[in-house]
């Protein structure tokens, strides 16, 4: 069975940090590209970033660029992202994503996500 | 950035009666290989989104077949041949063209 477990989240003050974590499970983790989306309360789906497969190619919103960093350690298939600079308008639930392999770049697995919370 | 957006955004519905929700972008999202790189997504309440339709018309692993999904050129349509009362959520439509990656503002189904 498919299990993206996301961990990290919490109540951080404005100008804060956080690492999220995503741990793979039942898949090739090394396979796949990931995606980090966010939702924050009420709200709809915002991308915030990815990353291929080896790590080596990134990309982001511009919302969080400079302040967010994506990383991986297929070893551990996990997935990570540092969150810089915390922001209020950051709150909301963090979702790891699996990019199904081939044509389309899509999203074909959500986990269920870890909520931040930037408030002082 | 691409901007989708969507109609309507809330869509009363009945069980067993045809639905679709339509999907408008801001450039064409068709790539170089013929596909259009548009995908829609459910995300029924309380839950994380799942993935419906990809590349505009294929239907991801387990979805019904009464989900299908079709494009004329940058106009993109969900349909529901019968909803069900499972169909119920916020539905999704996603550009992945380019980066940044950009949603719909969400279509809210309930039933009648």
């Known amino acids: 069975e498919v299990q993206l477990v996301a961990s990290g989240g919490g109540l951080v003050q404005p100008g804060g940090s956080l690492r999220l974590s995503c741990a793979g499970s039942g898949f090739t983790f090394s396979s796949h590209w990931m995606h980090w989306v966010r939702q924050a309360p009420g709200k709809g789906l915002v991308w915030v970033s990815r990353i291929n497969n080896d790590g080596s190619i990134t990309g982001y919103a511009d919302s969080v660029k400079g302040r967010f960093t994506v990383s991986r350690d297929n070893a551990k298939n996990t997935l990570y992202l540092q969150v810089n600079s915390l922001r209020v308008e950051d709150t909301g639930v963090y979702y790891c994503?699996?990019?199904?392999?081939?044509?389309?770049?899509?999203?074909?697995?959500w986990g269920k996500g870890t909520t931040v919370t930037v408030s002082s | 950035d691409i901007v989708l957006t969507q109609s309507p955004l809330s869509l009363p519905v009945t069980p067993g009666e045809p639905a679709s929700i339509s999907c408008r972008s801001s450039q064409s999202l068709l790539y170089s290989n013929g596909y259009n790189y548009l995908d829609w997504f459910l995300q029924r309440p309380g839950q994380s989104p799942q993935l419906l339709i990809y590349?505009?018309?294929n239907r991801a692993s387990g979805v019904p077949d009464r989900f299908s999904g079709s494009a004329s050129g940058t106009d993109f349509t969900l349909h529901i041949s019968r909803v069900e009362a499972e169909d119920v959520g916020v539905y999704y439509c996603m550009q992945a063209l380019q980066i940044p990656f950009t949603f719909g503002p969400g279509t809210t189904v309930d039933i009648k």
């Open positions: 590349l505009g018309s």
């Open positions: 994503v699996r990019e199904r392999p081939g044509a389309g770049n899509n999203m074909d697995f």
